[in-house]
């Protein structure tokens, strides 16, 4: 059962565009959640999260929307950059007895144009 | 820097001959996990340590072992390896905050296993 569904799986976009992936999930249990970012041969990395008692969270040129009633969250990268070409996963967050489990989306291919 | 290391990075074995991939962390993390990500696939949670307590998902296959003998090292143990095992193995870690383990993880540049 997959638990956080993303969308696009891939997604080309020029210099200086938005980019928009899209996450949607099942468990109310979860209280977190995270977009992390990786690069081919590399383990991902955290790039902006958010808690579900808040609808908008920005750091520099990502933004994280949280619409916690249709329980869907967004990434939006503004002013895209080639740099910013990687395989983007939204993922959430639960309690497992004492640590915490994330559950990843399948995972978003960008690929910036310079 | 404080960080998460994995040895080796590229790691090649035979079909059924055991292989055991290392983890350590300078971060003093209560949390190891180790994952597995196949091509172009989300990374799958296998286990986790909190210190020295092992917590298995319910779908890990038996084939799938780990070792945590101490607080920086955590290994993981395929058995058997098959065709299928073939995949990123990452490691990943996460500290205890004020209200319980941070919601982090730190994860490693990951060992990418090939079988022949």
């Not at chain 2, 996460?94 to 994860?107: P, V």
Request: net charge positive; with cysteine.
């Amino acid at each position: 059962q997959q638990q956080v569904k993303q969308s696009p799986q891939s997604l080309i976009v020029q210099k200086g565009g938005i980019s928009i992936i899209n996450c949607a999930y099942e468990n109310t249990a979860f209280d977190y959640f995270p977009w992390y970012q990786q690069f081919p041969g590399k383990g991902p990395a955290l790039l902006i999260a958010i808690r579900p008692d808040v609808s908008e969270k920005k750091e520099g040129r990502f933004t994280i929307s949280f619409n916690k009633s249709a329980k869907q969250f967004s990434l939006h990268i503004m002013d895209s950059q080639p740099g910013d070409s990687a395989t983007y996963f939204c993922a959430a967050s639960k309690s497992i007895g004492s640590a915490r489990q994330l559950t990843f989306g399948s995972g978003t291919q960008l690929t910036v144009l310079p | 820097d404080a960080m998460v290391i994995q040895n080796p990075r590229y790691q090649v074995t035979q079909f059924g001959k055991p292989v055991t991939l290392s983890c350590s962390q300078t971060l003093n993390h209560n949390v190891m996990y180790w994952y597995q990500q196949k091509s172009s696939q989300a990374p799958k949670l296998l286990f986790h340590y909190y210190d020295k307590d092992f917590n298995n998902e319910a779908d890990t296959p038996d084939n799938f072992q780990s070792r945590r003998p101490n607080t920086s090292f955590c290994f993981l143990d395929i058995r058997s390896p098959g065709l299928g095992d073939a995949a990123m193995y990452l490691c990943a870690t996460s500290g205890r905050g004020l209200a319980g383990i941070n919601n982090e993880q730190f994860f490693g540049p990951g060992t990418r296993l090939t079988v022949l």
